[in-house]
């Protein structure tokens, strides 16, 4: 009993105004402090497990040293004026020092201890939450966010761009947190808050984290296969191969699908095409192409079998397709909008913006099919309609605007969703000179064209880049290969050739394009490329604030 | 600088080579190809790729005399060699980022 009392007391010491406001409300808290104030009094009998207390209005309730613990005889069944009002009198009673009512002066008496919130495992966070809210505060992770740390009664973490705020009691149980969101259960902001904190203190959990949410099943039975008949290929030889192994290949991408093996199936695709491209005699065919998947394949394969690392094999493994989480805030710097079309039958344009925190290019595209009939879709109606996030601008404007965006859905390729939970604020524009545009600007063009070389039948991550150039050499119309030629002048000197091939569509475009004299006599201007091959293609001109999008601006 | 430069043409060729006729035709000429390129490897201070070739061949010996048992251990220690020659291919900034 004597330790029941000792340990009441040391929670009485933590019971102050802010403490029990939080978990009452501060009505309540208010009315008991008044009902003393009228002289209710209360008597306390120490029992085992729990404290009688009696008022004097003749309610009777018992605490059991825990906030979440208490039962009282009014009909209430949540806490109620009746258990504040004994707790505070408690306090009051036996420990005037500890002044009631004044958060600052307590600790004197008790210093609540958060050391748990630094001492949990990773494999406590798998328990309190789902794995889909492990992956998206993961990916949040990646964004910064402003982070306040108060330690009263409760340590207090506050992420300022997001406007949320969560407090830890001290007692080491994650369900006691309570979120300013108010959702029920564990929500993503507790864990954000907690693993933020635990990075704060240098703590990091993510690898561990990351590594325990990733399914990294497989069917080893389609890998062995695949192994098999990449050993066959390479065993028969090219010379001797029938074209049947096309077949074989489409068949064990199929099955790599269904048995997750992501990567394998694109590299079988991408395999049987390159053989394809071998027995249809095409130019495009590379030995070299063909040689270095084979070798990555077959070596991956390899490794899959004996990794053991869940990380590693789920690189190996790949992913089939990524998902969009929210990240709390974006300033996005718009770089331009470049409309176009497949020969699947889709038509789009997509627009480009350069996030000046982690300096990337993020897009936003807006498609259509185009292969049913009757559906319209034209560039210039695309381009003049609401942009998303509010409506309050049009696609045009925000092509040309800086922006700030909250709670925006990306995923892993920096592609913007349209989801109606993110807000748009339009900032003032800066110049594109003053921006620190990190790996986004182009300094050494011949690297540039080398990344992302050989990805024939692998969908290409599409690589587009800011380039800075001294003035136009040249501008001319190359009948032959029906293409606008754009001669630019880097800082170093070196002629760089932009290429805008002839669409009936654009025909004015380049038509103003090809005649216009100003062209010439722009200087220092950035243009924003995109790489196809061995290829530029421009999409827009950026100098001070201004931009202009080649195909939809002219 | 040129002769690395042939060097490095040999061993393409010897590996576009394998890859038109397959690996399961190795045959004794291929063992003295890969002991001349392997010497020169060595010569110019390549001891890996040397290392490299020199498991290959090891590897085709066994194949040659144990044709069932061999052609996997071959299959492995001649895409080691080919990402190696694919490597030499790419400017040093690229071959790190992949």
New interface residues.
């Given amino acids: 009993m004597a330790d029941f009392k000792s340990d009441f007391q040391r929670w009485i010491g933590l019971c102050n105004e802010e403490y029990l406001i939080k978990y009452a409300n501060k009505g309540l808290y208010n009315r008991a402090c008044k009902e003393i104030e009228k002289g209710v009094t209360v008597s306390y009998e120490f029992m085992d497990d729990h404290v009688r207390c009696a008022l004097s209005d003749d309610s009777v309730c018992l605490l059991y040293g825990d906030i979440e613990r208490f039962s009282c005889s009014c009909p209430s069944d949540k806490i109620c004026k009746h258990v504040i009002l004994a707790i505070v009198a408690y306090a009051t009673q036996h420990q005037p020092a500890a002044g009631m009512g004044d958060a600052g002066d307590e600790p004197a008496v008790f210093k609540p201890d958060f050391g748990w919130l630094l001492q949990l495992h990773p494999s406590d966070f798998l328990q309190a939450f789902t794995a889909a809210q492990i992956e998206e505060v993961l990916f949040r992770l990646e964004y910064g966010e402003a982070l306040e740390v108060a330690e009263t009664s409760f340590l207090t973490v506050t992420l300022q761009l997001q406007q949320v705020e969560v407090s830890f009691d001290q007692e080491a149980d994650l369900s006691r947190a309570m979120c300013s969101c108010k959702a029920k259960g564990n929500c993503i902001h507790k864990l954000e808050c907690l693993l933020r904190y635990r990075l704060v203190h240098e703590i990091d959990d993510r690898e561990a984290l990351q590594a325990d949410i990733t399914d990294v099943s497989y069917d080893a039975e389609v890998a062995a296969e695949a192994r098999a008949l990449l050993?066959e290929v390479?065993?028969?030889?090219?010379?001797?191969l029938p074209e049947t192994v096309c077949t074989r290949f489409e068949l064990l991408a199929i099955a790599a699908h269904n048995g997750n093996l992501p990567a394998l199936e694109k590299d079988l695709r991408g395999i049987k095409g390159e053989l394809g491209l071998f027995f249809q005699r095409h130019v495009k065919f590379s030995?070299?192409v063909?040689?270095?998947r084979?070798?990555?394949v077959?070596?991956g394969l390899?490794a899959l079998e004996k990794s053991e690392r869940p990380e590693l094999k789920k690189q190996l493994l790949g992913s089939f397709k990524s998902k969009y989480h929210t990240v709390p805030h974006l300033t996005l710097y718009a770089l331009g909008a470049n409309p176009w079309e497949t020969r699947s039958g889709y038509k789009g344009v997509t627009y480009y913006f350069f996030s000046l925190a982690d300096k990337r290019i993020y897009t936003y595209t807006e498609a259509r099919p185009v292969f049913y009939e009757g559906t319209s879709f034209t560039y210039a109606t695309s381009y003049k309609s609401k942009a998303p996030w509010g409506g309050l601008v049009t696609m045009e404007e925000l092509s040309h605007s800086q922006v700030s965006l909250t709670s925006a859905k990306t995923n892993r390729e920096q592609r913007l969703s349209s989801s109606d939970e993110t807000k748009l604020v339009v900032l003032p524009r800066e110049n594109i000179e003053e921006l620190d545009l990190g790996e986004t600007l182009c300094r050494d063009l011949?690297?540039r064209m080398?990344?992302g070389a050989g990805v024939l039948f692998e969908q290409a991550t599409e690589h587009v880049f800011l380039l800075p150039t001294k003035s136009v050499l040249q501008v001319f119309y190359e009948a032959a290969t029906q293409q606008l030629i754009i001669t630019v002048e880097a800082h170093d000197g070196e002629s760089i050739p932009l290429v805008i091939p002839y669409q009936g569509e654009f025909d004015k475009t380049i038509r103003y394009l090809e005649n216009n004299k100003r062209l010439l006599e722009l200087r220092d201007v950035y243009w924003l490329v995109q790489v196809r091959g061995d290829e530029l293609y421009p999409i827009s001109m950026l100098q001070g604030k201004s931009l202009t999008s080649l195909k939809l601006d002219l | 600088m040129e002769e690395i430069f042939a060097f490095r043409e040999k061993l393409e060729d010897w590996v576009e080579r394998m890859l038109l006729k397959g690996i399961r035709k190795f045959e004794s000429a291929d063992l003295a190809t890969l002991a001349r390129l392997e010497a020169s490897a060595r010569e110019y201070g390549m001891d890996f790729l040397a290392e490299l070739i020199a498991r290959l061949a090891e590897a085709g010996g066994h194949y040659m005399r144990d044709a069932k048992a061999g052609v996997e251990l071959l299959t492995e220690r001649y895409l080691y060699m080919v990402q190696y020659v694919n490597m030499m291919k790419k400017p040093l900034s690229q071959a790190v980022a992949d």
């Fill in positions: 050993a390479l065993g028969i030889g090219l010379a001797k030995q070299d063909l040689l270095d084979l070798a990555r077959y070596l390899a011949a690297e080398g990344e």
